[in-house]
């Protein structure tokens, strides 16, 4: 009885597996750890720091948006870094960031907005409201270059599919600025 043996021979190219320190040093990854540690950490402490605020609703409005999109900028700089599309490529992480950062600027406007108003003169609330209004333009910059992404020209796409692109992309950017002012 004769047997057969066959060998697989599998290589990893460098930096395949493990942690993607590199993105850290990226325009997104740079843009996501400034929001994240600068702008939301710091409105999120000026806010929470201050007893007595003048409007509790509106600044418990600001408080929930900015821990909701501190945690879900870390989750989403881990999982960049951690390399999480690639294990589940099921989901359209391009699209999951857009949608992010589209309900993220929106939200983290209007909270900044009504912080500003409703702050009363206390300092630490003023400075909280201007870094939401950095946060959301920092997310409006991670917008674009995510948007950048999904929409960037795919190999094999003929250029004028890539200029149609560039084009609906600067529509769609001078409507989402409409929709803010």
């Given at each position: ?170 529509e769609n950017l001078i409507a989402f600025c409409f929709c803010l002012c």
């Amino acid at each position: 009885m004769s047997h057969s043996v066959t060998t697989a021979t599998t290589t990893t190219s460098p930096g395949g597996e493990g942690l993607n320190l590199g993105y850290t040093r990226t325009i997104p990854g740079v843009l996501k750890i400034i929001a994240l540690f600068l702008a939301l950490l710091v409105a999120l402490l000026c806010v929470s720091c201050v007893r007595g605020w003048p409007s509790w609703a509106a600044f418990q409005f600001f408080q929930v948006v900015v821990l909701w999109f501190l945690v879900a900028f870390l989750v989403f700089l881990l999982m960049h870094v951690c390399r999480v599309q690639r294990k589940m490529p099921c989901i359209n992480w391009p699209l999951t960031e857009f949608f992010h950062y589209s309900v993220g600027s929106v939200l983290l406007f209007i909270g900044s907005v009504v912080g500003a108003v409703k702050c009363g003169g206390v300092s630490a609330l003023v400075v909280g409201s201007v870094f939401g209004f950095i946060a959301t333009f920092l997310m409006v910059i991670n917008l674009w270059t995510s948007y950048s992404v999904a929409c960037g020209t795919q190999p094999g796409t003929s250029l004028s599919m890539a200029s149609h692109c560039s084009i609906t992309k600067l529509e769609n950017l001078i409507a989402f600025c409409f929709c803010l002012c």
